[in-house]
């Protein structure tokens, strides 16, 4: 059955008793309540879970097919301490809606981008590491990355930066024209990548939490990777690249850790392939994503960020000409 679905949190009060009834009647008097990095329509709550390992809940409704799909591959039953929050109950169907819906182990720690330090950077890293093993050990590389068409993008980047009058207004154009002779060999490097693994696609401190540490240990507990939405097939640079440039402009912030060969690294380590061209392949992909800034100057208004990723841009440009 499908129907016209309400109001986001609406939608969740109404399906109290339906959730109640799916997870078996094992679950509490649910909290609802919408937290600062939810951008989407989705309604998050709390709960008391009554029975297996976890005493409290965390509810989501309506969660996406991807985001879903991810979610229970990377819990099995026979999993006891899974790289994403434990799956404790979930559907897509709720109450006679076409929704999804997921119940799963409220973690007790706050976000890692809360108190940023290099062991948790490192520990994100390990957790990212084991998330791209476990997600291509799950379900093979089924599906086409997403496409762009970077001609197009680069020329509404050009406008952006005279719409917009930014700063360093004559510094980007050059770049940008600079980069619009060589984009065809710029392009055809990226494209080259291997299609190796399921990104995660949103991978970020404030996408990682700790599960509590096993009574008797003194050592913080394992990092949890959440928010599954953006999961996609690609290479597992995309990830590493993902974080560092969030970090453009606070290069600071990562304390000396260097995402692309710390993973590099830890791949290694754990015996998956690193391929040899992988930092040619960075090369690229840190030009294509510079360039487009630009493109979003309406909703970024971080200074430090644009005039970083401008000069990423000048950085690596001479690199792949």
């Not at 002779?181 to 291997?194: I, T």
């Not at 970090?247 to 590099?264: D, I, N, R, Y």
Request: with cysteine; proline share 6%.
């Amino acid at each position: 059955m499908s129907e016209t679905l309400p109001d986001a949190h609406a939608l969740a009060a109404a399906l109290e008793p339906a959730l109640h009834s799916a997870s078996g009647g094992r679950l509490g008097r649910i909290e609802w309540f919408r937290a600062a990095w939810q951008h989407g329509g989705a309604s998050t709550g709390f709960a008391a879970w009554n029975g297996g390992e976890c005493p409290q809940a965390m509810i989501k409704l309506p969660v996406g097919p991807v985001e879903l799909r991810w979610g229970r591959l990377l819990s099995p039953a026979d999993d006891p301490d899974p790289v994403v929050p434990r799956m404790l109950a979930s559907g897509d169907e709720l109450g006679g809606y076409d929704l999804g819906w997921i119940i799963v182990e409220k973690l007790a720690g706050k976000p890692l981008s809360t108190n940023l330090t290099a062991e948790g950077l490192h520990d994100s890293l390990a957790a990212l590491n084991e998330f791209h093993a476990k997600a291509s050990a799950v379900r093979t590389i089924d599906e086409v990355p997403r496409t762009y068409d970077w001609e197009a993008n680069l020329a509404r980047a050009k406008e952006a930066v005279k719409t917009h009058q930014m700063a360093d207004a004559t510094r980007w154009l050059d770049a940008l024209r600079h980069l619009h002779k060589g984009l065809p060999f710029v392009v055809a490097r990226w494209n080259s990548r291997e299609i190796n693994t399921w990104c995660h696609g949103d991978f970020h401190p404030g996408n990682a939490l700790r599960r509590a540490a096993a009574p008797g240990q003194n050592q913080p507990g394992r990092c949890v990777l959440i928010d599954l939405a953006l999961v996609h097939p690609g290479h597992w640079i995309e990830d590493a690249l993902y974080l560092e440039r969030q970090f453009w402009g606070h290069s600071e912030l990562l304390m000396g850790v260097k995402p692309l060969s710390t993973l590099a690294r830890l791949r290694r380590e754990a015996g998956l392939s690193v391929d040899p061209q992988y930092t040619e392949v960075a090369v690229a992909r840190r030009v294509l994503m510079a360039a487009v800034v630009p493109l979003f100057i309406d909703r970024e208004h971080n200074t430090r960020y644009v005039r970083a990723a401008l000069d990423v841009l000048e950085r690596f440009l001479p690199q792949v000409h």
